[in-house]
T-cell receptor, first 113, second 112 residues
Framework: GENVEQHPSTLSVQEGDSAVIKCTYSDSASNYFPWYKQELGKGPQLIIDIRSNVGEKKDQRIAVTLNKTAKHFSLHITETQPEDSAVYFCAAPSREGAQKLVFGQGTRLTINP | DTAVSQTPKYLVTQMGNDKSIKCEQNLGHDTMYWYKQDSKKFLKIMFSYNNKELIINETVPNRFSPKSPDKAHLNLHINSLELGDSAVYFC???????????FGSGTRLTVV
């Protein structure tokens, strides 16, 4: 089945700097890679996703890059703001049997003012 | 309108009790899920239903029993609660299996 590894587990950056979170996956057939943001006391919220037919996708200050050969994908947040502080999760679909998302271990991002 | 709503938000109960968590989605999605988030924030799937039919049942104690009366509802009943069941339980839905999840706000279950 799919195995998703996420690094780092915690990340602290100065406001205005960039943050990068990386994930690797094991199933070369995986074709969909979402990123979720979880704020305190709330459920994870989809912030950006990428399909395997493209290498990069941007949405304002956030971007996701995908390297299918190396089986890793990354979340990039530029010009970080205090409201970016949250736990971020990557995920990839497990294609064994019925499809489900397998999540990385999460990264706690703290933006220091 | 909340897309995926769970009730209750908090649940504190004693060991050995039986409790239920309810989930409803108004997105018209065909697939619903239950995930468990432990104290280290790890999200692990428990169950998935597609149009009222159980399609994923991970290695979960049979004290946990999901029920889907219709495709907009997926409830979770837990018998004989144990201390280790304490966690946050998230309901989610998607139109396509394995992608585009919308999560509820979670139910924090504390067993004392």
């Amino acid at each position: 089945g799919e195995n998703v590894e996420q690094h780092p587990s915690t990340l602290s950056v100065q406001e205005g700097d960039s943050a990068v979170i990386k994930c690797t996956y094991s199933d070369s057939a995986s074709n969909y890679f979402p990123w979720y943001k979880q704020e305190l006391g709330k459920g994870p919220q989809l912030i950006i996703d990428i399909r395997s037919n493209v290498g990069e996708k941007k949405d304002q200050r956030i971007a996701v890059t995908l390297n299918k050969t190396a089986k890793h994908f990354s979340l990039h947040i530029t010009e970080t703001q205090p409201e970016d502080s949250a736990v971020y999760f990557c995920a990839a679909p497990s294609r064994e049997g019925a499809q489900k998302l397998v999540f990385g271990q999460g990264t706690r991002l703290t933006i220091n003012p | 309108d909340t897309a995926v709503s769970q009730t209750p938000k908090y649940l504190v109960t004693q060991m050995g009790n039986d409790k239920s968590i309810k989930c409803e989605q108004n997105l018209g999605h065909d697939t619903m899920y239950w995930y468990k988030q432990d104290s280290k924030k790890f999200l692990k799937i428990m169950f998935s239903y597609n149009n009222k039919e159980l399609i994923i049942n991970e290695t979960v104690p049979n004290r946990f029993s999901p029920k889907s009366p219709d495709k907009a509802h997926l409830n979770l009943h837990i018998n004989s609660l144990e201390l280790g069941d304490s966690a946050v339980y998230f309901c989610a839905s998607s139109q396509v299996q394995g992608s585009g999840y919308t999560f509820g706000s979670g139910t924090r279950l504390t067993v004392v």
